[in-house]
């Protein structure tokens, strides 16, 4: 079989993502670009992208794109830095340039950063300058994508030599680790290509390797639950994640598949494609299946067990690439692999199963939390009684279109408005998101309503459009600009407040959803949000001596606690 990797599809393919984002979000195409960009470097929803991570513009130094990820607690931050260009090729002038944005970044005086007129582009170099000097080079990870609609494996030389001499500079200063890539139609199509299909049964008869007269398998029971370990080949495990429809063995897998490009997966490809494949289950961690049940036939002629709704919870990554591996007759034969099955009817034993067995990949807090009882509740009563998709699990609903695409609320996003409206918390939901699923779950997730949660969402999404507008205005102040696009969740924390006077919760239902039904309907909230932008606007103002950096001093708690006391005083 010949792989055939036709770049003008992919280009088109890419194409035509661009202009579903220009269409929704009412962007141009370049900008819709950047945004696509900016969600696959973030695996986030286009429209999730925050008004401050967008440095396009005047005097940008050829970065469009910062996102910084800073988790005060372990003193590290990962930086995220792009320059996304919507043609067709990678040119080695951008190269230089970024190199010299770069440099603007993290070695240009200050005195001469002030001077620039980009205010985003200027806050976010100094937030990197603080917290370099905060966490030290050796606590920081850096990015860098040039990213483009080209095909990276026609660099030239020239812009190879050009990006050894970035790499080279950068890569000797001290940080955690620092990194330049090039992301082409080929890398960001294999990294769109992939979504989670909606839970669908899987019954499945698998063969096993089995010999009556040593020791081959292991069954075991106890309560609700029995288990069996066991051995299977490659090309087995390969035929049941082949089952239609694709890929729904995996729909209570915590995460979908990462792609072959990723150092677990190559590896994976290589032991079962070489010479190392008879070794492949001594260096492989195995496969987990859970199931309602399982009967295993021990006729030695032809021993299998047959599987009903089964559903692969960890190993993901191993199955699919076997199975592409086997697709494109490059499995070997001889690759065996540990499988261990656990059939039982106790739901929370399958969460602990899922959580407790994905361990290969890095997966985020959230994935862990996906399959968590509440948020299955949570799925369930959004969609039935208020008819909106609550994506607890990553990319979820990305096959959703049209009117549909916009009742989509992202966990991460509402569990944030959440904590910063109802619980009174905007500093905390703007800079510990990975606290969300740690420090803040209970908090968030065991006490909010469900209406609570979208109506928080609403008001934080008008605050975060109105936050990407503001950065177009003309004659507004640099005060009203920064507190627009940096104060978003202060600003939706005021506006909460104003709206229902704090009183949010399962004793006030039917006022909540009133809300709800109203913003639904096209309810004005210009007014509200006006309010609420003075407000911060204010109290800003009488910081901005103390706290000069916008984002350090909107992630302080000092910003909220000051922002309650005078919402809940007659300061306003």
């Given amino acids: 079989m010949v792989d055939v990797d036709n770049i003008k599809i ?23 670009f950047m945004l696509l960009s900016g969600s696959i470097l973030l695996d986030c929803p286009a429209d999730e992208i925050i008004a401050e991570d967008i440095v396009d513009g005047g005097q940008d130094k050829q970065i469009d794109f910062i996102h910084i990820e800073d988790d005060q607690d372990k003193g590290y931050a990962s930086i995220i830095i792009a320059q996304c260009k919507n043609g067709n090729g990678f040119s080695s002038n951008i190269a230089i340039q970024i190199k010299n944005g770069l440099d603007w970044v993290f070695e240009v005086p200050k005195s001469e950063i002030e001077n620039i007129p980009n205010t985003t582009f200027k806050q976010k170099i100094f937030e990197i300058r603080e917290l370099r000097q905060a966490y030290g080079p050796a606590n920081i990870d850096v990015s860098v994508y040039h990213i483009s609609k080209g095909d990276k494996s026609q660099l030239s030389d020239e812009y190879l030599a050009e990006a050894e001499k970035l790499k080279q500079k950068y890569q000797s200063l001290g940080f955690r680790s620092f990194k330049f890539d090039q992301l082409g139609s080929h890398e960001l199509v294999e990294l769109l290509n992939y979504g989670i299909r909606a839970s669908r049964t899987v019954d499945i008869d698998i063969p096993v390797i089995y010999d009556v007269n040593r020791p081959s398998l292991m069954q075991f029971a106890q309560g609700d ?15 049941a994640a082949s089952q239609e429809p694709r890929d729904s063995i995996f729909d209570l897998n915590v995460r979908p598949y990462y792609g072959s490009g990723g150092k677990v997966n190559k590896e994976i490809w290589s032991t079962c494609t070489d010479d190392q494949s008879s070794r ?25 067990i047959k599987v009903l709704n089964a559903q692969i919870v960890n190993g993901c990554q191993t199955t699919v690439t076997l199975r592409e591996a086997y697709e494109k007759n490059q499995l070997r034969e001889d690759t065996k692999v540990l499988l261990r099955i656990y059939s039982t009817d106790n739901p929370n034993l399958v969460e602990r199963i899922t959580l407790t067995t994905n361990n290969q990949n890095k997966i985020t807090d959230r994935d862990l939390r996906a399959n968590d009882p509440v948020q299955r509740d949570i799925e369930k009563i959004m969609h039935d009684k208020y008819q909106y998709f609550y994506e607890r699990k990553n990319k979820q609903h990305r096959h959703l279109r049209g009117s549909d695409k916009k009742k989509v609320v992202h966990s991460p996003k509402a569990a944030q408005a959440y904590l910063a409206i109802v619980r009174f918390k905007p500093a905390n939901a703007r800079g510990y998101l990975n606290a969300i699923w740690s420090d803040f779950y209970t908090e968030i997730f065991e006490n909010a309503s469900v209406v609570d949660l979208l109506v928080a969402y609403k008001i934080h999404q008008y605050c975060h459009i109105k936050a ?9 102040t640099s005060l009203e600009r920064d507190c627009r696009v940096y104060g978003v969740f202060h600003i939706a924390r005021a506006m909460g407040f104003a709206l229902v ?26 007014t509200y949000y006006i309010d609420a932008l003075h407000i911060v606007m204010a109290m800003r103002e ?31």
């Fill in 10 to 32: 992919r280009q088109t393919w890419i194409g035509e993502e661009t202009d579903a984002i220009a269409s929704d979000m009412n962007v141009s195409n370049d900008d819709a």
């Fill in 225 to 239: 639950t029995k288990s069996i370990v066991c051995t299977v080949s490659g090309q087995a495990l390969a035929v």
């Fill in 280 to 304: 492949f289950w001594f260096l492989n961690n195995g496969v987990t299946m859970v199931c309602d049940s399982f009967d295993f036939n021990s006729d030695p002629d032809a021993p299998q």
């Fill in 468 to 476: 990407l507008e503001g950065k177009q205005l003309e004659n507004v």
């Fill in 501 to 526: 006077e704090d009183k949010w919760g399962h004793a006030n239902t039917s006022k909540i959803e009133e809300l709800f039904t109203n913003i639904c309907e096209g309810f004005d909230l210009e």
């Fill in 542 to 572: 009488k910081d901005q001596d103390d706290y000069q950096v916008l984002a350090m001093y909107f992630k302080n708690t000092h910003s909220h606690r000051r922002l309650n006391s005078i919402l809940r005083s007659d300061e306003n």
